[in-house]
């Protein structure tokens, strides 16, 4: 059996707010790219994000038409729509309105957003209005989902006359890329060190990104660990899920360290991953030597700390 490394070591070295590069230092030989192919496949098509998925043009009937008084045409705005990225912060779906008039250049910014949706780029470009009489009365959906969906494949019930539907780009990451090298672990020069390049489209961080991929494949690899059999398996079932929501109270903390984390409203070990080290050494109470006790405690679960 390939013996267990000790944890990884992860550096994140943040480029702007919307891309980053993990480097996963310490994988052992030939994990490198196993790692990496699973996690930039996660990341590509299982993240969940939102898009527009159906437009309503005041006037128009089909993609094809022509708007008077409108530089861009039909298929040229719907483009330019697929390029607005959306937070819905309730429900699984929105509509938003966009009224206008006059000359003007139309961006995301003129459009009515509520509470219960956000438009992080809002200076995208939509349209240009060449006529002062003219009116843009535009209705979009917008919702939300996992990857890339062609509006074919949508089970959407008979629409409105007007109701233009979308293909859908849900997934809120823009690219992502890997590669490996060697490093020394110890005496060994053959380790691996994974640097994985993650770009976001701003409606998530990278980091975020990084850590939601990973829970993925943990989530995935708990249900066939689960769904063998012990003949099978050879070992009891350990679900990633009670280590997590192990109580701090259970762990061998100092009294100190176990009221600074609970007065920090701490109670958990997956509440403590969320967590960077650099947010958990900000805390009152939790010095350095709070944080080698934890790290101790975690190393026992093979969990560690982020660095930020």
Do not use: C, W
Not at 95 to 109: D, Q, R
Not at 268 to 285: A, P, Q
């Amino acid at each position: 059996m390939i013996p267990l490394p000790s944890p990884p070591k992860i550096i994140k070295n943040q480029k702007n707010k919307n891309q980053a590069t993990f480097e996963i230092q310490g994988l052992y030989p030939g994990y490198g790219v196993t790692v990496g192919s699973a996690l930039r496949r996660i990341l590509l098509s299982s993240l969940e994000g939102a898009a527009v998925t159906e437009m309503k043009i005041k006037g128009v009937l089909h993609e094809f038409s022509t708007i008077p008084g409108v530089l861009e045409d039909m298929i040229m705005i719907i483009l330019n729509l697929k390029n607005f990225r959306f937070i819905i912060h309730e429900g699984s779906e929105q509509k938003v309105e966009l009224k206008v008039k006059g000359e003007k250049k139309v961006t995301g910014a003129d459009f009515k957003m509520t509470p219960q949706i956000e438009l992080v780029n809002p200076k995208m470009h939509l349209a240009t209005i060449t006529d002062k009489n003219t009116e843009l009365n535009i209705e979009i959906k917008v919702e939300k989902g996992i990857g890339y969906e062609p509006k074919e494949q949508r089970h959407i019930k008979k629409s409105e006359i007007g109701v233009i539907v979308l293909d859908a780009v849900f997934t809120p990451i823009k690219n992502v890329n890997f590669y490996v090298e060697s490093m020394r672990v110890e005496e060994r020069t053959d380790f691996d060190k994974l640097s994985l390049e993650v770009e976001t489209d701003g409606t998530i961080t990278p980091e975020e990104a990084f850590y939601k991929a990973s829970e993925i494949l943990i989530k995935h690899f708990t249900l066939i660990f689960n769904g063998g059999t012990p003949e099978l398996t050879g070992r009891k079932k350990l679900p990633i899920e009670s280590i997590l929501e192990r109580n701090i109270e259970s762990l061998k903390l100092s009294k100190r360290t176990k009221n600074a984390l609970l007065d920090n409203n701490i109670k958990t070990l997956e509440d403590i991953l969320k967590k960077s080290e650099k947010n958990l050494t900000e805390m009152k109470g939790m010095g350095d030597k709070a944080i080698t006790e934890l790290k101790r405690q975690l190393k026992k679960f093979s969990l560690e700390l982020k660095l930020e």
